[in-house]
């Protein structure tokens, strides 16, 4: 990495909607423990948006803290990532406010997350419908370059740019922009990944594989993965199960391990209970050292305090710089 990416900064979140989860790692956590070492992080735990699905407070605060838990585990630094909760920085919900007033309606009622999730029984809330604003606040409010995220959220990315380019053509000018626009960084190789039943792994939709869960039920689950009905004996193909799917996202398909299983498929004679059987091991190889740095953590609540306060911290002094900055570019 050049020096002229060093100083980029970052920001990213996720719900805490449920327990982190594979799709969650492979599709941004992983992202986040990489850059940390070459640019500047801001990573925070999204808990208004979780209000869209969560309605119980005593669950609502043990999964906020427990995200914070597995950001560290997974290997996120406090030295070198600003770790925060979004409500320790509500500022961002003036920053929505402001970004609301400039979104057509017709942008909000073309973002498919909304329609995906009250499928899926999330009640439709104005909240749901309009989580895409409060998104875009979170990211510009500290003026990130870089937002890595999973593929299923690149349409949100998009509606971030649109309605920093609209309140800049309303309020800013052309040499001095309100907002700065970011990039979405989406790992080429990890999609969307599927959940135990095809579907997109989601924390909301019950089909989600928890890399922290203890080896006996992680060994059950995995063995819930649906998969065809193609004999034992016969050729498979690996692109289309979801059992390779998930070992092709966690071991990177460039790795050995990754076409030695390929090679088992097309070659036949190997049931998917043995590729089930070969994932089990990899997620308990691939998160060995996070399963023990969580339980760890999980002693050390002092810590976790600690983090959070410093992270709060840093964060609001760059969203009030932002959010003065919005606030006198619209005469308020
Ligand atoms: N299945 C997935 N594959 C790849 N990336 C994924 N992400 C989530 N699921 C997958 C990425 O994880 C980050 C945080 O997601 P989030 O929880 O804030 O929102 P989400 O995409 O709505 O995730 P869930 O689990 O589906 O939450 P619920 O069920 O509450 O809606 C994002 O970068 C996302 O791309």
């Known amino acids: 990495m050049t020096d002229s990416t060093a100083t980029k900064r970052v920001l990213s979140g996720i719900q805490p909607s ?32 979780a209000l869209t699905s969560v309605r119980d407070p005593q669950t609502m605060r043990q999964n906020t803290r427990q995200v914070v838990i597995d950001y560290l585990a997974f290997g996120l630094d406090p030295a070198k990532a600003h770790i925060y909760l979004q409500q ?36 439709a809330s104005i909240g749901l419908y ?5 998104q875009a606040a979170d990211i510009l409010s500290v003026d990130p370059d870089f937002v890595p995220v999973g593929e299923d959220q690149r349409q949100h990315i998009e509606i ?48 989600f594989i928890d890399p922290f869960m203890a080896e006996k039920p992680l060994r059950k689950r995995i063995m819930k993965i649906v998969t065809d009905s193609t004999p034992v004996e016969e050729a498979k193909t690996p692109e289309t199960c979801t059992v390779f799917q998930i070992f092709r996202a966690l071991a990177g398909p460039d790795d050995p391990r990754t076409s030695e299983l390929a090679e088992r498929y ?33 002693d050390d609540p002092g810590y976790v305090d600690q983090v959070l306060r410093d992270g709060a911290e840093a964060a609001r002094v760059k969203v009030d710089e932002v959010t003065s900055r919005a606030r006198a570019a619209a005469g308020l």
Request: hydrophobic share 40%; with cysteine; net charge negative.
């Open 18 to 49: 449920g327990q982190l989860h594979l799709g969650n790692y492979a599709g941004a956590i992983r992202q986040f423990v990489e850059m940390q070492h070459t640019h500047e992080m801001y990573i925070f735990v999204a808990s208004y948006h």
């Open 88 to 123: 320790d920085v509500p500022q961002v919900t003036e920053l929505a406010w402001l970004l609301a007033c400039v979104c057509p309606k017709h942008l909000m009622d073309k973002a498919t997350s909304y329609k995906d999730k009250v499928d899926k029984g999330i009640a």
């Open 160 to 207: 971030t740019r649109d309605l920093a380019l609209k309140f800049n053509h309303a309020f800013g000018t052309e040499d001095d922009p309100v907002f700065k626009l970011p990039e979405a960084m989406i790992r080429a190789d990890a999609g969307v990944l599927p959940g135990v039943d095809g579907q997109k792994m989601s924390a909301s939709y019950g089909n």
């Open 266 to 298: 097309r070659a036949g004679g190997m049931g998917y209970g043995d590729a089930k059987q070969a994932l089990c091991e990899l997620i308990l190889d691939h998160f060995g050292d996070a399963r023990k740095r969580r339980e760890a953590l999980m």
């Open 130 to 134: 309009t989580y895409p604003i409060l």
